[in-house]
C-alpha cells in the first residue's frame, strides 16, 4: 500500500480546534502526520501520540457511545444483549484501560487508553473515579429503559439507515466529515437522526453540527431539508431536544462553512497540496486554553 495523503476536509470538531488555537489545529491536523510509522521522527511520534489524549469525561463520553452502538447492532440481529451482563463487561474494559493509561502504556501502544490526567500527572480523587463510573452506568440503565430505546427497537430494522465509522459528503468541493449515531426513515419518508448525548450540562449542541448532519441526509439519503429532523438524546437526564433547521438556517450554515474552509485554507503553505508550514499557526494567548490542551508538553517547552 502506497503513503497516505494528508487530504483536506472539514468537520464542525476541526473548526472549533480552529477557533480555540491555531497552533493546536496544526498539530492536530497536520504535525500529526506520519507519527505512525516505525521511522517517525521523535516529535511527529509525540505529536501522533498527545493528539490521541482524552480527559476522562470524554472518554466516559466516548464508552457510552460504544456500548450503544454495539447494542444496537445486536438488536437488529435479534437479541437484545442483556444489561447488567454489558455493564459488568463495560466496567472491566474501563478498569483495564485506566490501569494501562495510568502505566502511560499508550506510549508504545497508541491505540491503547490515553488520558490526559494520567499524561499530565493531574491528581484525580479516587472518589471522582468512582462518580465517573457510576455516570457511564447511568447513561446505560437510562438508555435501556428510555422511551427511544422502545421506540426505535420497535420500528421495522428495513428503516434503520445503515451508519458507517466515517461518513462524509461534499460541499463546494471540500469533503465534509460527519459522525453520525443512528439515524432512520419513518412512514413518511423523513429522515430522524439521533445523536447521542452523555454530558450533565442539558446544553443543546451548535446548530452547524445540526446543519452537518441535515446536510448530510440531504446529500446522502436524497431528501426536502423540511423532512430532516435532529433529536438530541441525553442519556444521563433521559430528555431530548428535537430540532429541524428551514431553508435560511442552512443557507447560513453554509455560509459559515464556506468562511471557515477559505480561512482555514488562507493559512496553508500550499492550499493545494495541503502542506501546512508550522509558523503560520500562532499559538494563543489564552492560559486557560493551553492548561486543558493535549499539546501543551511540547508546544509550551518551546522556546
Ligand atoms: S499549548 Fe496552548 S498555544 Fe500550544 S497548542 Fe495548546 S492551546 Fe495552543
Redesign the pocket.
Known sequence: MGKLKNEFSWSNSRNSVFR?????Y??SYYGHWGGWEFDAPDEVRQIYILGKLKNRFMWAGGVVHEVIKNVLEETKSGRVPLMNRLINLTREEMRHGFESSKNKMYWQDPKSCALFEHEYDIEVKDEKWKDLWKHVETCIQNFYSSDIFDMVKNIDFSLWLPIEEFQAFLFEDTKINVKLDFAYRDRNGSIIIIDWKTGKSERAGSDIQLGCYTLFAIDHWNVDSEKVKTIEYNLYHKRGITNKLDAGEIEEIKGYMGKSIREMKSLLADPVQNIASQDNFA??L??E??SS????RI??SEV
Open positions: 480555540e488555537c491555531r497552533r493546536k496544526y498539530y499559538k494563543t489564552n492560559r486554553i493551553c490542551c493535549n499539546f501543551k508546544c509550551l
